[in-house]
C-alpha cells in the first residue's frame, strides 16, 4: 500500500490500469476521506494535469448531491491526490452477479437517473458510467463518483485507436465511444453506458460478451441484447423496454434527455409495469441532426461489395475515391470501419491535408 503523508489510509476501495482509490483518514483533523492517486509508481505532468481537470469538473457539479464531493487537490511527493468526501455504501460492483429485486432497481435507477440529469444540465458527460464508479447507499440512492475521464459538454469525433489507447471501459462503452461507427460522440453515450450497467443490475450479467476487445467491439456495434425479461420473466416488460431502448446502436434511437428516462422510470415505480409508449416526456437539451450519410448509398455499397470480394479470396484491389476538399471522402470510406472489425480486420489510415502543408508530418 502507498505511504501518503499526513493521511492514514484504511484500505483500498478500488484500482483500475491508471488510478487506485482508498479509504483513508486525514491526520490533521481526523476528517474520514476517499483519497484518488494515480496507480503508476512516479506519475508525469500528464497524470497531475488530469487530476486538475478532474478536479475543476467536480468543482463545477459541487452541488449536485448524487456526486461524490471533492474537497481538494494536493500534490504530495510530487504524486497528485485528490480528496473526496467519504460515501457510506457499497460501489455497484459488489453487487452484480444476481438479479437484483426490480422495487430495488427502479430505485436505483431513478436516483442515477436523476442524477445524470443534473450532471448533463451542468455541462459534463461522465463517459465511464459503470458499476464500480457508482456507490449504492443505506439510503436507497446512488452516487457516482470517478469522473477522470469525463469531458465538458461537447461533440467529440474519435478517432478508431489501439484497443490499449481508448478511454473507458469497454464492456460499457457505447458504440460511437469505440471510434469505429463513424459517429460523433456526445452526452448521449452516457445512456448507452447506464443501459449496460440497468442490464447487468437486472439480469445478473451484462448483454454482451467477447473473448477479446474486437469482439466486444462487434457485439456494442452489431448485435441486439436479449430483452431482460426474456432472460428473466420476473422483470417487467416495461422496465425490460427502457433498458433495451438505452442500447440503441444510435444515439438518435436512445433517450434523448436523463429528465425524460426518469419520468419512465417513475412510471413504472408507480405501478406500469407493461409496456407503455416510451419517451413521451423525453425531450433533448439541444438539437441534433442525425448522425449519418446521406446521399452515399451508391459509393458506400461499392466499397463494402469490393471488401466482401477480398474477404472471400479474391485478389487485393485498389479503390480510388476523388472530389473537392470537405465534400466527405473520409467519411465515405469510414463506414468500412464496422465490417472490417466483424471480420477481426485491421484498419489503417493515412491523410494529406491539402490546406496544412506547413506542419511537418501532418
Same mark, same amino acid.
Given at each position: 500500500?502507498?505511504?501518503?503523508?499526513?493521511?492514514?489510509?484504511?484500505?483500498?476501495? !478500488?484500482?483500475?490500469?491508471?488510478?487506485?482509490?482508498?479509504?483513508?483518514?486525514?491526520?490533521?483533523?481526523?476528517?474520514?476521506?476517499?483519497?484518488?492517486?494515480?496507480?503508476?509508481?512516479?506519475?508525469?505532468?500528464?497524470?497531475?494535469?488530469?487530476?486538475?481537470?478532474?478536479?475543476?469538473?467536480?468543482?463545477?457539479?459541487?452541488?449536485?448531491?448524487?456526486?461524490?464531493?471533492?474537497?481538494?487537490?494536493?500534490?504530495?511527493?510530487?504524486?497528485?491526490?485528490?480528496?473526496?468526501?467519504?460515501?457510506?455504501?457499497?460501489?455497484?460492483?459488489?453487487?452484480? @452477479?444476481?438479479?437484483?429485486?426490480?422495487?430495488?432497481?427502479?430505485?436505483? %435507477? $431513478?436516483?442515477?437517473?436523476?442524477?445524470?440529469?443534473?450532471?448533463? !444540465?451542468?455541462?459534463?458527460?461522465?463517459?465511464?458510467?459503470?458499476?464500480?464508479?457508482?456507490?449504492?447507499?443505506?439510503?436507497?440512492?446512488?452516487?457516482?463518483?470517478?469522473?477522470?475521464?469525463?469531458?465538458?459538454?461537447?461533440?467529440?469525433?474519435?478517432?478508431?485507436?489501439?484497443?490499449?489507447?481508448?478511454?473507458?471501459?469497454?464492456?460499457?462503452?457505447?458504440?460511437?465511444?469505440? @471510434?469505429?461507427?463513424?459517429?460523433?460522440?456526445?452526452?448521449? $453515450?452516457?445512456?448507452?453506458?447506464?443501459?449496460?450497467?440497468?442490464?447487468?443490475?437486472? $439480469?445478473?450479467?451484462?448483454?454482451?460478451?467477447?473473448?477479446?476487445?474486437?469482439?466486444?467491439?462487434? %457485439?456494442?456495434?452489431?448485435?441486439?441484447?436479449?430483452?431482460?425479461?426474456?432472460?428473466?420473466?420476473?422483470?417487467?416488460?416495461?422496465?425490460?423496454?427502457?433498458?433495451?431502448?438505452?442500447?440503441?446502436?444510435?444515439?438518435?434511437?436512445?433517450?434523448?434527455?436523463?429528465?425524460?428516462?426518469?419520468?419512465?422510470?417513475?412510471?413504472?415505480?408507480? @405501478?406500469?409495469?407493461?409496456?407503455?409508449?416510451?419517451?413521451?416526456?423525453?425531450?433533448?437539451? !439541444?438539437?441534433?441532426?442525425?448522425?449519418?450519410?446521406?446521399?452515399?448509398?451508391?459509393?458506400?455499397?461499392?466499397?463494402? !461489395?469490393?471488401?466482401?470480394?477480398?474477404?472471400?479470396?479474391?485478389?487485393?484491389?485498389?479503390?480510388?475515391?476523388?472530389?473537392?476538399?470537405?465534400?466527405?471522402?473520409?467519411?465515405?470510406?469510414?463506414?468500412?470501419?464496422?465490417?472490417?472489425?466483424?471480420?477481426?480486420?485491421?484498419?489503417?489510415?493515412?491523410?494529406?491535408?491539402?490546406?496544412?502543408?506547413?506542419?511537418?508530418?501532418?
Amino acid at each position: 500500500m502507498l505511504d501518503i503523508p499526513g493521511y492514514r489510509l484504511l484500505g483500498r476501495l !478500488r484500482a483500475n490500469g491508471s488510478n487506485v482509490l482508498f479509504h483513508a483518514v486525514r491526520e490533521s483533523d481526523g476528517l474520514p476521506v476517499i483519497i484518488k492517486t494515480p496507480g503508476v509508481e512516479f506519475p508525469g505532468s500528464r497524470e497531475l494535469e488530469r487530476y486538475r481537470r478532474e478536479f475543476a469538473l467536480l468543482q463545477r457539479l459541487r452541488e449536485v448531491s448524487g456526486v461524490v464531493r471533492s474537497y481538494c487537490l494536493e500534490q504530495i511527493l510530487e504524486r497528485p491526490v485528490l480528496l473526496m468526501e467519504k460515501v457510506r455504501g457499497e460501489p455497484l460492483s459488489e453487487l452484480v @452477479g444476481q438479479p437484483m429485486e426490480v422495487p430495488r432497481f427502479l430505485e436505483l %435507477a $431513478t436516483s442515477l437517473a436523476s442524477t445524470l440529469a443534473e450532471i448533463h !444540465r451542468h455541462g459534463v458527460i461522465h463517459k465511464d458510467i459503470k458499476p464500480s464508479n457508482i456507490i449504492a447507499e443505506p439510503e436507497g440512492g446512488a452516487r457516482l463518483i470517478d469522473f477522470g475521464l469525463a469531458t465538458l459538454q461537447k461533440v467529440e469525433q474519435l478517432d478508431a485507436v489501439p484497443t490499449h489507447l481508448i478511454e473507458g471501459t469497454l464492456a460499457y462503452m457505447s458504440p460511437e465511444q469505440t @471510434g469505429r461507427m463513424n459517429r460523433q460522440v456526445d452526452y448521449r $453515450t452516457d445512456f448507452y453506458s447506464l443501459g449496460v450497467t440497468f442490464y447487468e443490475l437486472l $439480469t445478473g450479467s451484462r448483454p454482451f460478451h467477447g473473448r477479446d476487445p474486437l469482439e466486444l467491439f462487434h %457485439a456494442h456495434m452489431a448485435q441486439s441484447p436479449r430483452p431482460p425479461h426474456e432472460s428473466l420473466p420476473s422483470i417487467p416488460p416495461a422496465v425490460s423496454a427502457i433498458v433495451v431502448k438505452l442500447l440503441a446502436k444510435v444515439a438518435e434511437e436512445r433517450y434523448q434527455s436523463a429528465e425524460g428516462l426518469r419520468v419512465d422510470l417513475e412510471r413504472c415505480r408507480g @405501478g406500469a409495469l407493461e409496456v407503455f409508449p416510451l419517451g413521451e416526456r423525453d425531450v433533448p437539451q !439541444r438539437f441534433h441532426l442525425p448522425q449519418r450519410l446521406y446521399g452515399r448509398e451508391a459509393q458506400v455499397f461499392t466499397l463494402l !461489395r469490393g471488401f466482401e470480394r477480398v474477404h472471400g479470396g479474391g485478389q487485393a484491389e485498389l479503390m480510388l475515391v476523388r472530389g473537392y476538399s470537405g465534400i466527405g471522402k473520409s467519411s465515405v470510406v469510414q463506414e468500412l470501419h464496422k465490417p472490417v472489425v466483424q471480420r477481426r480486420g485491421f484498419f489503417l489510415s493515412g491523410k494529406f491535408e491539402q490546406f496544412q502543408r506547413d506542419i511537418p508530418h501532418a
